[in-house]
């Protein structure tokens, strides 16, 4: 038997490694292992099929198979007559320029992994994306509640769009955005959120990340400084991260964003900040702190994206007027997003700009993004024209509201002294602040363990973090939910802080 056959035999033998895979795949995905591990080198011959086939016990066939699915990956390059040899998956950026070279010397270079296209760029990103998340347990925040959406009414409206069979609906849209929709959101804006908008000035976008997206890439370069709340929404820091700006994280206290001195010796091109209701802190920027930050960000010839992204839900009081509304200068591109108060998967959201920035950020918009899915912004403004929009707002409210209380009372049963519970009145989630000797990320864990799924305050800082705590967002957590989980939470909390 040859080394390359032993390995292999000894990887396959591996328990647990891929036990249910068709025996092809398992031996695809071992080979595959032992060339990312270089236990396999690059230019390394592997054995025939036939004798590989005889060494491991299986069919020549399933080893044909392994082979050509390997080949065609990019990770070996079989030469008719010569054998099949380990690519060089370094090799790629000459593979590109067509001068790579098989064992043989002759130019039939191997395509490169997937994983060695990325760019240095898109390297870095993947290296810290957290990746999707698949299920949704108890106390995740950030999610409304599903089962509240209207979905016999929505599916009414939207037949109604498609009835009407309009050619222009099938389109990209080049104008920013569907008008009546923009109407809707124009009106809205005024009385709701005090901004001052002229209908030109909203642009449809496919929800905040991509209304950041297009400032970033509009408003700053390569390099620039993009001044970021700390702790901040991750949302934001990985879409200015992704567009190399350099984040200078700017202290948030009880009073939202706290500028220091040495910050002011800095010069931001953006000034990224949630007013209304800090992410993840639930802090409300004073009068005085969105007066001195709007005269910073003339100051500093800085543009300031203000992200309004969950206004509706402020469950004791009027909702607070936007910062955009007391705006002088036309320094601040304001956004909102339908993610939380219908369902994150429409993908639908707005950013409102400068009027000087019109032409621009539309011809942008179009250029880059192709928006379309004009028939679901049909279907939203009659949704929102016809009264529907205000009535699933009051009614999510009380019941999220209901829902904080339960979460609070259940918490306040079993929580000591030591450990506080937020006490703003809007949002998704609550934030029990911890004491400073408490680490929040093994409490975190502790409780992912009991299948609740909070989040520790201290993984949104990027300086060290000033404060402990964890998320516990209840929107779509029922009230069997909340009172069950609640309380064993509230436990669990309760004994690491004594501890
Ligand atoms: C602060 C903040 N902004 C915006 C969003 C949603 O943005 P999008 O419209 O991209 O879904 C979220 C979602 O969690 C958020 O926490």
Redesign the pocket.
Known sequence: MSPTSDLLAAALAQSGFHPRLPQQRRLYEAAKAAIHQQRLGAGGKLPSSRDLARDLGMARNTVIAAFEQLAAEGYVVSSRGSGTYVADLQAHSASMRGVGATPQGRSTAPAATPSARLSRRGQELTSYAAGPQFEIQPFA??DPDFSSFPFKLWQRLQNRVWREARNDLLDYGQSGGHLPLRQAITEYLRISRSVKVEVEQVMIT??????LDLCAQLLADVGDTAWIEDPC?W??RRVFQARELKLRPITVDSDGIAIAAADLATKPRLIYV?PSHQ??TGAVMSLARRRELLDVAVRKDAWILE?D??SEFRYTGRPLAALQGLDHDDRVLYMG????VLY?GI?V?YLVVPPALIPAFRSALYDLQRPGQLTVQATLADFITLGHFTAHVRKIRQTYGARRELLRHMLAQKLPRSVTISREESGLHLVIELPDQVDDMALAQQAAMQGISVKALSTYYLKPPIRRGLLVGYAYCTPEQITDYGRLLGTIIAAEAAA
């Open positions: 925040p950030g496919a929800g905040t990340q991509q209304s929404y949302g934001a949630t992410y993840p992200d992204y969950d997003t339908f993610s939380k994150p993908k959201g």
